[in-house]
């Protein structure tokens, strides 16, 4: 079992930046992939980013490339979020997620957080 919990969220101008983390129980952290998910209010949960146990595979939704990046500590069981140049339409409830295989952008993940609020004011 895997219990994850988000916090970083926030509200913050268009343009600024916000640094998410999810910290996990469990001492097979480094063995899961890790993602971020997010969900707008009246709209799907969406992919935005993965990480792999290798910390070198890596998956970006394009709404979000070259403007987010995931990170991970196995040693701390963390996973990071960095959202630069974040705009109006990256407001949404971020979600950790962790799974063991699979499709990085599947969002049948094994365990999930509670997610955390960001809000960017435009």
């Known amino acids: 079992q895997v219990q994850l919990v988000e916090s970083g969220g926030g509200l913050v101008q268009a343009g600024g930046s916000l640094r998410l983390s999810c910290a996990a129980s469990?001492?097979?952290?480094?063995?899961?992939?890790m993602a971020w998910f997010r969900q707008a209010p009246g709209k799907e949960r969406e992919f935005v980013a993965a990480?792999?146990?290798?910390?070198?595979?890596?998956d970006y939704a394009d709404s979000v490339k070259g403007r987010f990046a995931i990170s991970r500590d196995n040693a701390k069981s963390t996973v990071f979020l960095q959202m630069n140049s974040l705009k109006p339409e990256d407001t949404a409830v971020y979600y950790c997620?962790?799974?063991?295989?699979?499709?990085?952008?599947?969002?049948?993940?094994?365990?999930w957080g509670q997610g955390t609020q960001v809000t960017v004011s435009s």
């Open positions: 990480r792999d146990w290798t910390a070198v595979n890596t």
């Open positions: 469990g001492r097979t952290f480094a063995l899961y992939t």
């Open positions: 997620a962790a799974r063991l295989v699979g499709n990085f952008r599947s969002d049948d993940y094994d365990f």
